[in-house]
């Protein structure tokens, strides 16, 4: 086998962050779920966005938050998103490539516009997301590269993007492409919604051995497996892909390969700031130690350091060194 034009290539929403600080008192007045994600249309993000405090733009979206960890750590990236021809779409492209980050999916004319989150972040870090998803559900298999994709070690998937029609058949198509080519297929869970929609198929997947690298936190476990006893729901996917990783907020995670388990406690920080994107980083640092073939237990203490380092600051994007702080953590 060829050695791999791009270490991670990526599949996800391309979505540009909006985010305020926010009181509790405004979530309730608001009607949201804290610590949520809701779907809205445009008419909603526009009274949202009225009703935010002074906010920043910042590009995101699960998967790419990932692969801006990934590209920081010093690995060779590709995403593949759609943004409408506006401005917030050229915002993501920018962004995107500023970070040393492949990005070729040509922009999609006429409405809707460029996918935002509107995210309001409480005093205790906690992030309500609400998310316009816009351009980025018209993905078309036709933007996709398979030569791209057969050429990268990993094909990541944002379980998110599995929601609209035209994403799911360009993924699927993408996993074909992977899996023809003798790749790993990573697939993060994405959100408890988005598993109550489309179970089933993710389940047909794993049993196909069609995922080997599977993400999930606490509650995506249990939705998945059915099972709410956390040990159970592990052993209920153990030896059904080949590697699994499960996050659980301060109690750190756990990951199972090929018979092995190792845990990781999180990683300690003065304080929380914003818990946006702590799940994309942490499979940013696990990816970048699985690149490396390092030990299970070196890949999640990764993990543990990048999300750390995402929950000190607002934004989903790393601000320190992370090559560094990765360094100076795993040797001491």
């Known amino acids: 086998m060829t050695a791999p034009r791009y270490d991670v290539i990526a599949i996800g929403n391309a979505i540009v962050d909006v985010m305020a600080a926010a009181s509790d008192e405004l979530i309730e007045e608001l009607g949201m ?6 779907l809205i249309d445009e008419d909603g993000a526009r009274d949202l966005y ?25 690995a060779q990236c590709a995403f593949v998103g ?6 917030l779409g050229a915002v993501f492209a920018h962004d995107i490539r500023a970070v ?28 309500t997301m609400n998310t316009f998803l816009g351009a980025s559900q018209f993905l078309p298999a ?7 994709v057969s050429g990268a070690g990993i094909l990541y998937l944002e379980g998110y993007l599995w929601d609209p029609e035209e994403p799911r058949a360009a993924m699927r198509s993408a996993i074909a492409a992977a899996r023809a080519a003798g790749r790993k297929v990573a697939f993060t869970l994405s959100d408890g919604f988005v598993i109550a929609r489309h179970g089933d198929d993710f389940r047909a997947l794993i049993a196909d051995g069609q995922i080997d690298i599977l993400f999930a936190n606490e509650a995506e476990l249990a939705a998945l497996t059915g099972e709410d006893d956390f040990e159970t ?33 999180a990683e300690p920080i003065a304080k929380v700031i914003d818990t946006t994107g702590a799940g994309d980083l942490f499979a940013a640092g696990f990816l970048f130690g699985t ?30 060194d992370l090559q560094a702080l990765m360094a100076e953590r795993l040797e001491g």
């Open 33 to 38: 779920a804290k610590g949520g994600m809701t």
């Open 291 to 320: 690149i490396r073939e390092e030990a299970l237990a070196v890949c999640l203490r990764r993990g543990a350091i990048a999300a750390a380092e995402i929950i000190s600051h607002y934004g989903a994007r790393p601000e320190a």
């Open 142 to 148: 036709a933007a996709l590269d398979e030569d791209a």
């Open 233 to 265: 729901g592990l052993a209920s996917l153990e030896g059904q892909v080949e590697t699994l990783v499960v996050t659980r907020s301060d109690k750190g995670a756990v990951a199972m390969r090929g018979g092995e388990r190792a845990e990781v406690a």
């Open 100 to 127: 040393g980050i492949d990005f070729d999916t040509a922009p999609r004319a006429g409405e809707p516009s460029t996918a935002r989150c509107l995210i309001f972040v409480t005093p205790d870090g906690q992030r």
């Open 82 to 87: 759609q943004v409408a021809d506006d401005q």
């Open 50 to 74: 009225a009703a935010m405090g002074p906010a920043r733009e910042i590009s995101g979206g699960s998967a790419a938050n990932t692969l801006a960890g990934l590209s920081a750590l010093g």
